[in-house]
């Protein structure tokens, strides 16, 4: 009989393994809480929107050469938009949710391919609104072709600031500043790496140059230290710090504006995996608590597979070359997996893999995130927007030794809200370290549902 | 290997464990108290649980002992020197019954509880659904309802206790566990993850565990583990001022002041466990949402866990085992609203071997070997 799949995530990597395992005979389905296939990287407006064309051309070219793919296939593929997978423990026992409707899913194997959301780094003034990270900027320009602002702030490190500054710029949008935490050139020593990812270099340098060319003034090393405002935003402050996160006197710089989009990097949605009970690493540059994983993606749980971004960030290329990698596995029985001649089969497509993480490194070091980053909040700033939660509050919690997430979650309620941490617990992680030498941070305990489900959707079960 | 001293040991930082350190140490009479605990703070049943008290009982022992804990949550605050309180809710509870037998135990209950003071009252299906909106009417037939009972935060309570305890000097340790009990001449030998501690007297306070310390000493105390789970909501508006208690349904629903619903629904299980389990919300959603079908439309956030402990009659066990300095409180489920009059109880048996106390001496650990069985009417419901 053929075996069962259950994809979660339509992004490159979830798109990839369905496809992938659908080609060897499996019967796959893949739910998406999304509206349209894609993922993050390959978003897509509203038909009616048409296609986009703010990305650089070769992203434009691979995005409509999977989603064409996808379109082929999907009719052999039981595709399930605005579907959530809320909970899972094990490929037989998964749950997911549409409108008000339940299903308990069983498979022979299930491919997590959730991938990534961004980190904030909480300032005085972060949740006013106004500021925003470059997904949600992206998003926007991508799905709602509006502008995040007239006069827009771009900060942060890693390479996104400026692939958003250049998408805004592209998109007839306004730069008040560019603040690069790190130099443009970080990252640049590793030669073999830049050779490897050479392809995704030339776009990068594309975006680079929309930047430079623009005249927008450019303010490496500073970070935004203060959002001034009160319903909507009207200024940031931008400033140097030393090493010990202290502003460096004379460098802060007021900037006008009405839009500030920010991203400090990563954090992988791994809380399926652990909530199936997967084996986890912390790995704070490229995403947090990943699920350990081998070349094809199996996880330490069996017949819970993952592929992509959420098991550590590797960016677009990857994820789609894992997506085969993992979904070729899944679809595989034990014996045939277990054969030699199956990872032979791979060889290229595994070394493929290998040389662009090489390329990854070259990112990593644009990502460093200095802990001094974490010391520009003061005890009024929000860390947990859900339940109302401060430093202060933190600060309070840490002083009877609340330093691990699960007593620092029961201390302040930090955590317990609508997100489930996903925001405040890369924040609660770096602050406990930074305030009480609390290190490593121990993982907060897995708990359904990893997204809310309406009582009467869970009442509301059909059989799966 | 660290070198620990105390005079007293209280295994279990719950809130039995921490309660007794507190009323202890605020004798002030120069004894060296130290409570370990293997775990996290508030990670046993005492972070875990419903977060409901309530002094509806049957039993004149249930609702002294519960009168007794609800009068000092009042003053926590103050008592315990803890600015931030302890989200104290007084809403009351509202006991339902959807059978006429249920509504008769109630009733009977009431008449007790009227003659300690109670202000129950017993309501009709009518008058609950007009203080309860979101219930659902199918075969409710009435309630009782006490303004008194209601909640508060079990992490606020621990944490407002283990500050307390600690600034009376008493040492409060997590991540170690106490692996056994040696009886050297008049005083014991704990084997301590980190080391051996002598002491001249030790209370267990670690619940559906104790037997685990008490049994290789020939000490039979008879309780199990008792696992349940439970789930809360995204904070909804107002619409269940009273927890409600379904004795058809064995959920209990509690919604607290940031409007997050907290229902704990109960099913035969057996184990240790506090993993959540698939099946749980597919069990649990249906049956609350017959309970209160208007809430049908709130998000879920959460599930979780946990495991506290039962006897073979429901009822705490508290008191000196038959060896001399070697005491045990288990909670037998409820241990949250009873934990503060439990603290005092002990400390006042440990401290000046006062056993005269009429709660302590009901539910001394020896009654099940004597046959004794405590029956409270209410019980075996949420
Ligand atoms: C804001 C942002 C910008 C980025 N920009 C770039 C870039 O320019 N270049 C680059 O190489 N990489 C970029 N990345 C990294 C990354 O997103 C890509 O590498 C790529 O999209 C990863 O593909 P993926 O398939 O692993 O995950 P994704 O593309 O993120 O797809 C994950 C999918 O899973 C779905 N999903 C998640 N959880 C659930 C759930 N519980 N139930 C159901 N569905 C779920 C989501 O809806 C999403 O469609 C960016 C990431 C972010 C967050
Ligand atoms: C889902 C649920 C809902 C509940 N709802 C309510 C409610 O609404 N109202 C109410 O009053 N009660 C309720 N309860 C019951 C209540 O939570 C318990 O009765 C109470 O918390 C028990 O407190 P405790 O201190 O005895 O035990 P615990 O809080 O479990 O503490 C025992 C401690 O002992 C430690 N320990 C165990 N063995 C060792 C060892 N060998 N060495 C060192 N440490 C050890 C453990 O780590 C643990 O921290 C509920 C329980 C559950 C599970």
Redesign the pocket.
Known sequence: MARSIIV?????????AAMQAEGQGARVTL????QR???????QGPPALGREDI?GAA?LRRKHKLLEAFERARVRIDYRPN????ALFGPRDIH?ASGDQTQVLSADGVIL??????VAVPFPGWTTPGVM????A?SLIKSQRTLPGRNVVVAGCG??PI??AAQILRAGGKIAAFAPLHSLTAGVGNLTGLWHGRG?VLEGLRYLATVMKSGVARLTGFVPIRARGIDRLESVVLARLDAAGAVEKGSEREIACDALVI?YG?AA?S??AALAGARMRHEELIGGWLPEVDDFGRTSVEGVFV????AG????????T??CLVGAAAAASPEIFAKRSFEQSWHKELTHRRRLCEFQKVVRAMLDRPRALWAIADDDTMICRCENVNLGHLRFAFSAGHLAPNTIKRSTRAAMGWCGGRTCLPMIAALAELHAKASPFAMMTPRPL??PVPLSALANQTKG | MTNRTADILIVGAGAFGLSCAWWMAKRRDGSRILVVDEGEFAGGASGRNGAGFRMQWGLELNIRLCQESIKFFESAARELDYPPGIALKQDGYLVLAHSEKALKTLEAAVRTQHRFGVPSEVLDAKECIKLVPPLGRERLRGGSFCALDGSASPFLWLDALLRACRRQGVDVVYGIRARSIEPVETRYRVQLDDGPVDVAKILICTDWAAPELLAPLGIDVRTEPLPKEILVTSPAPPAVKPILVSLEHKIAVNQVDRGSVIFTVSRARSGTTTRSTGDFLSFAAPKIVDLVPGLAHVPVLRAWGGVSSVTPDMQPIIGETEREGLFVAVSSYRGFMTSPAVGRIMAAMVLDGDTNDPIASALHPRRFAAGEMIIEPLLNQE
Request: hydrophobic letters at 45%; glycine letters at 18%.
């Open positions: 979660v995530g339509a992004g490159p990597a979830g798109l990839a739910v998406d809480e999304g296939p894609g993922g993050q990287i390959y978003r990305a992203e579907t959530s997978a809320f997911v391919a959730s991938g990534v959301r961004e990270y470059a997904g949600g992206q390479p996104l692939v958003v995704v991203n990563f949605n809380e399926l592929a992509g971004d959420m960030l590797r960016g677009a290329l990857v994820a789609e894992e997506g990893a997204r």
